[in-house]
């Protein structure tokens, strides 16, 4: 079974650039989108973008002009980047696989915004 | 964006009882290879979420079978036929067929 386990800083000033990285274990990336959501304290999900093993990516129109999704397949990892944060940014961000045919999560990261 | 509309927002059951979530969407949800993206995610306290149902009536390996999504077009409903303690948290429909991916607000599943 694939796992996915994301590491990251987790307190930024405004202004920063959030950085994570989510490796996958025990899978390749196949034909699967990869992909990243977060969730606000206390909040619901948002869909923030996804990539595939040839490197297509999707964004979420509303983040669009500060996401950069990128993978690395030798590596087994893919990276998420949100350039100018706010405090509107601090949430939990996941990690996730979600095709048809599976569904994989990783364990989350919070990431505070804060002067 | 399409527009993820859940009820209730809160769901309090007695445990063994029968539970139902509806979620509506926006614009259709039938995409042009015939399927329905709907998906429905189970967060118990302090999890990531978890997949219980997608294609709307699809469970996932492992999900109990009292468990059931049904619905078409703009309609669906996720079924917990007898709730059992641990199905406390939260419940999110999802729709893959029109980008930007969207969830419905959550449903929260509570013990009487």
């Known amino acids: 079974q694939v796992q996915l386990q994301q590491w990251g800083a987790g307190l930024l000033k405004p202004s920063e650039t959030l950085s994570l990285t989510c490796a996958v274990y025990g899978g390749s990336f196949s034909n699967d989108y990869w992909s990243w959501i977060r969730q606000p304290p206390g909040k619901g999900l948002e869909w923030i973008g996804e990539i595939n093993h040839s490197g297509s990516t999707n964004y979420n129109p509303s983040l669009k002009s500060r996401v950069t999704i990128s993978i690395d397949t030798s590596k087994n990892q893919f990276f998420l980047k949100l350039s100018s944060v706010t405090a509107a940014d601090s949430a939990v961000y996941y990690c996730a696989r979600i095709s048809a045919g599976a569904c994989d999560w990783g364990q989350g990261a919070l990431v505070t915004v804060s002067s | 964006d399409v527009v993820m509309t859940q009820s209730p927002l809160s769901l309090p059951v007695t445990l063994g009882q029968p539970a139902s979530i509806s979620c509506r969407s926006s614009q259709s949800l039938v995409y042009s290879d015939g399927n329905t993206y709907l998906n429905w995610f189970q967060q118990r306290p302090g999890q990531s979420p978890r997949r219980l149902i997608y294609k709307v009536s699809n469970r996932d390996s492992g999900v109990p079978d009292r468990f059931s999504g049904s619905g078409s077009g703009t309609d669906f409903t996720l079924k917990i036929t007898r709730v059992e303690a641990e199905d406390v948290g939260v419940y999110y429909c999802?729709?893959?067929?029109?980008?930007?991916?969207?969830f419905g607000q959550g449903t929260k599943v509570e013990i009487k």
């Open positions: 999802m729709q893959a067929t029109h980008w930007p991916k969207t």
